[in-house]
């Protein structure tokens, strides 16, 4: 299907999946997300894969996969939305069980899985958020799993660091809504310590992508 609606973000967010798109006339605002091998044309400029940008009535070309975010600045008030939000989509404790995520003010959405490829939305509610330092990804235990955030609503920043102590931080990407940090897993899929943390209640995207042989827990293969 080259055009699919994915419901996992509803009713905040209108979220769409591209795939093999020649051409696709964007008659709203978005944030746009390359998913795909290759760069997409976005009327004269390229969005390499694994980057984003907000695109508003314009024309994309080349498409492989992209991810469409629509409604992302369309609340007038972060914090009656964030309420809203709170009350429809549990904590990520309660879903994941991670001791690294108990009495976190973290909330996620559905996980839509399409193929290699699945998506989450969080919540974060707290500043500082404190998640937890983390470098593994259990349920992969396939090499090569590839994954990247997306800023949709407010303020965040992406940490990495030498050891589990946020003292040993090397480096530290700003997040405004639209941007994905630089993938930071190396050629063998090794990741260093890092965490996602606020700058003000935010919302962002967890993208998920899998190596050949691996599925998602409850997928079938």
Known sequence: MPVENLSFAAPFFTVRLLTDVTTYDLDTRAIALNLGKSAISVEQQSL???T???VQDCTLSDVERCLLIEGFDDHEDDEAFFKEIKAHWPSAFDVRREERLRGVS?????KSIKGDL???MYHSGSVPLKVGLHRDHP???VPGFREVHTQVVGFGKMQQCREKDVGTLYLEEPMAPGTTHRPMYDANG???WHQYET?????FL???????GASFPGQEM
């Open 52 to 54: 984003s940008v907000i």
């Open 106 to 110: 973290h909330y996620m959405s559905p």
């Open 118 to 120: 699945g998506l989450t």
């Open 48 to 50: 390499a894969p694994l």
């Open 139 to 141: 349920f992969c235990p």
């Open 190 to 192: 090794n990741y260093p």
């Open 206 to 212: 967890a993208v998920e992508l899998l190596p050949q």
């Open 199 to 203: 700058i003000t209640p935010s919302v």
